[in-house]
């Protein structure tokens, strides 16, 4: 074990010290919150191994569940306040999993390190380290399978992938990613050599993929003949996971299991307005050095801007959808935002729009790399379509495509970025607790107060 490993260790540590205090204070001035309603019985259940039972409130697949059943059956210890601790293990594992992936891309430990810390301290999701929800898990699931995946252990890839759908169905879609991603690389690598010597790792340039397209489209069966048996055995690992997702979606009648009549697919395009705002405002060190280049691009590309602006304005006045649960739910922060502002005042959602597009152009910079354009082809149609399937507007839906292009900001920026970063999650993650703790509502049909959450 060299120096690097202690200080992943050590800041694990105290990472884990510092917010068991926080957790423990949650626990002790909280009884359920939220959906914990639905996910606490049915873990509870599941811990004493009984496989029966289900709610129909519950709108994911039981992985959750099994991984408590897992870790604390054999224990004994089914309490809520083991059940929260959960979360606030696989946390300080995805410490760990994070510092492993920027270590693969980036040789600054130190950086990688506070990076690897930042990130699980991203405000929204550093409070579910607390409580009994699938988001941490989940996490962990789709951080590994990133990690395996460019680590080229295809196989384990597609396992954690599976486990991940079954934490929650929609990252099917970063399986779906990353699997494309090796995919487009292996066939270029093969493509580009004329003698179809196999190489292991290939990368996709800008310049040369309308060529490769071409060349696919016009003789696909002799680029395919070339591929070598390890490729097929890869692609066909993540494949018979995406299959068997389609055959669960055919039978089940839909992508979530229960409740779903309060979640249908529906077309919500703003909702990448509003994940380009999420990624803004939580990675703004990172977005506002692009200030400067972005009013220069809009200055060369006039027409394409005023274009862009009119298209926006035009979905947000015809495609703005406002769920129930939305406007109905003041446990969360969400609910007071859109009253106080979009719900208010309707020129405010308009007048974003400069800022939606702003973000949006430094997002779409991020995924793009001119001498790799694989994750660009496929992060961009993914996410676009995970977010406007959504009808609902939650910020647990922005974490993992966030995180993802948080990833790539790292090699890109200096350390002084991560500090500031830093800095902010640590103080809106003070402003939260602090009105979560002093902060109660009384709803009429629930015995315990009820806490503002994000």
């Not at 709610?55 to 408590?68: F, N, R, S, W």
């Not at 390190?113 to 699938?134: K, R």
């Not at 003949?225 to 055995?233: A, E, S, T």
């Amino acid at each position: 074990m060299n120096i690097t490993h202690l200080l992943v260790i050590a800041s694990v540590g105290v990472y884990s010290i510092l917010s068991k205090s926080v957790f423990d204070k949650v626990f002790h001035t909280s009884h359920l919150i939220v959906d914990e309603e639905f996910h606490i019985p049915l873990g509870q259940q599941y811990c004493r191994f009984k496989f029966d039972e289900w709610d129909p409130k519950v709108t994911t697949l039981p992985g959750l569940y099994l991984i408590t059943s897992l870790l604390l059956g054999p224990l004994n210890l089914c309490s809520i306040y083991w059940l929260r601790f959960i979360s606030l293990l696989f946390s300080c594992l995805n410490i760990i999993l994070l510092y492993a992936i920027f270590s693969l891309h980036l040789k600054k430990e130190w950086q990688n390190i506070l990076s690897a810390i930042t990130v699980v301290l991203l405000p929204p999701l550093y409070f579910f380290s607390h409580i009994y929800y699938t988001d941490i898990v989940s996490l962990t699931s789709i951080l590994l399978l990133i990690f395996l995946n460019e680590l080229g252990f295809h196989y384990f890839a597609a396992i954690a992938g599976f486990f991940s759908i079954l934490c929650r169905q929609t990252n099917v879609i970063f399986l779906a990613v990353y699997a494309g991603k090796y995919i487009l690389n292996e066939l270029y690598a093969i493509w580009v050599n004329k003698n179809f010597k196999y190489k292991k790792f290939g990368e996709l340039p800008a310049k040369h993929f309308q060529t490769f397209f071409v060349g696919i489209i016009k003789n696909p069966i002799k680029l395919l003949k070339h591929m070598p048996l390890q490729f097929w055995l890869n692609t066909l690992s993540y494949i018979s996971v995406l299959l068997a997702f389609l055959i669960f979606v055919l039978l089940n009648g839909s992508i979530v299991v229960g409740d779903k009549s309060a979640h249908q697919v529906s077309v919500n395009i703003p909702q990448i307005f509003y994940f380009g705002l999420f990624s803004l405002i939580f990675g703004w060190p990172y977005f506002i050095i692009e200030c400067l280049n972005f009013l220069q691009f809009a200055r060369r590309h006039k027409l394409f801007i005023i274009s862009v602006s009119l298209v926006a304005l035009l979905i947000i006045h015809f495609n703005t959808v406002v769920h129930p649960y939305l406007l109905a739910d003041n446990r969360h922060l969400l609910f007071y935002i859109w009253n106080r502002f979009y719900g208010r005042y309707w020129w405010f959602r308009y007048s974003m729009v400069p800022i939606y597009i702003f973000s949006l152009y430094v997002i779409t910079k991020t995924a793009w790399d001119k001498s790799n354009i694989s994750f660009f082809i496929m992060y961009v149609p993914a996410i676009t379509f995970l977010l406007i399937s959504q009808s609902l507007l939650e910020l647990r839906y922005f974490f993992v495509p966030y995180i993802i292009l948080r990833l790539r900001f790292s090699s890109k920026h200096s350390v002084l970025c991560i500090i500031l970063e830093l800095l902010t999650y640590l103080l809106v993650n003070a402003v939260q607790f602090n009105i979560f703790f002093s902060k109660t509502l009384y709803w009429p049909d629930m015995l315990y107060p009820q806490r503002i959450i994000w």
